[in-house]
Every structure is written in structure tokens, then in C-alpha cells.
């Protein structure tokens, strides 16, 4: 098993290690393949900010992968405060994953004031992966709307991805 702690969950635990951690686990619908997903509350190592985490388990009932969605950012267009909670993750996710790769794209028309509305419409990003032994990290910055944005950050076992890949190849198959 993995020794990747997100919020102080073991990736590559069980589900009744995982419900064992937290306060509560919520089943989610899911029309994914070989995963199972829960909303989780009460995690070991919160953080003030994150208003949702939520586990995806691969068929074989291993943790794969954690999602964890901060507290949404309301009337800032410019998406300002946004980028100050967004530089001071990255920072911190550097510090413990090395140097990430960066990805920012602004649309010649859609910068300043309405650069959150950018992102909304798909024409604007902004995130960050790193690459650790067997895991990715991914923060990056998402729009609810014209002027309200947050943060989401994604742990994922490499590892189990691969697994769930090919359990949808093989039912595919079977379905042709």
C-alpha cells in the first residue's frame, strides 16, 4: 500500500479502513466503470477551507483517489483572492512534492474583470500538477460562475488509474 496520507487518508486503503478514519462516508452515484465514490466528512487531517472531499475506490476496494473542493470565492471577477489561496497551496504542495508543472492559459479576451468568467467558459486555466512515485497531484482553479471561482485538488494512485483502465477496456469488450 501507498504511504500518501491526503488529508490523512491512506491511498491504497480499504473502504472499511477509510470509514474506519473519518466521521461519516456518503455513497455517490457513479456511472464510472469500476469505481466507487463516497463524500467523506470528518477527515483525520482537515483543512479550515475544503468544503467537500470525496474518495473514489477502484474495483479492487482500494482508495485511488482523493478530491477535496475549497470554499468557493464569491464577487471577485478578477479572481484575486482565488490566486493568493491557489499560490499559497502550490507553495506548500512544492514543498512536499518538488517543483510541479504549471498550466495557465488567459484568453486574449477574457483577462482582468472577467478572467473568472474566462474560466467558466473553458477558455481560461489555471492549475498545477506534481509527480511523486506512483501518485499525481493536480491543483487547479474552476468557476461555478461569472464571478465566483474555487479551488480543487486531486491525489491519484498512477497505479490504480491504470487498473481502472483496463476494467473499462475489458467491459467494453464484453459489451461488443
Known sequence: MSEHLPFGLKLGASQ????????????????????TKFLVYGVPKPIADVEQIVCI????????????????????????????????L??????????????????????????????????????????????????SVLAEDCDTSQIGLTYELVSLKQEIEMARKSQELDAL
Request: glycine share 12%; hydrophobic share 35%; aromatic share 10%.
Open 16 to 35: 472499511s479502513d477509510i470509514k474506519s478514519a473519518v466521521i461519516e462516508m456518503t455513497p455517490l452515484p457513479s456511472s464510472e466503470i469500476g469505481i
Open 57 to 88: 475506490f477502484s474495483s479492487s476496494d482500494q482508495l485511488k483517489q482523493v478530491v477535496a473542493l475549497f470554499g468557493a470565492i464569491e464577487r471577485d471577477p478578477y479572481g484575486a483572492q482565488t490566486r493568493v489561496r491557489y499560490e499559497e
Open 90 to 139: 502550490k507553495g506548500l504542495l512544492s514543498q512536499r512534492y518538488g517543483e510541479g508543472k504549471e498550466t495557465e492559459l488567459v484568453s486574449d479576451f477574457h483577462g482582468g474583470e472577467s478572467w473568472v468568467y474566462g474560466l467558466f467558459s473553458g477558455v481560461n486555466i489555471l492549475g498545477v500538477g506534481f509527480d511523486a512515485k506512483d501518485l499525481h497531484v493536480h491543483l
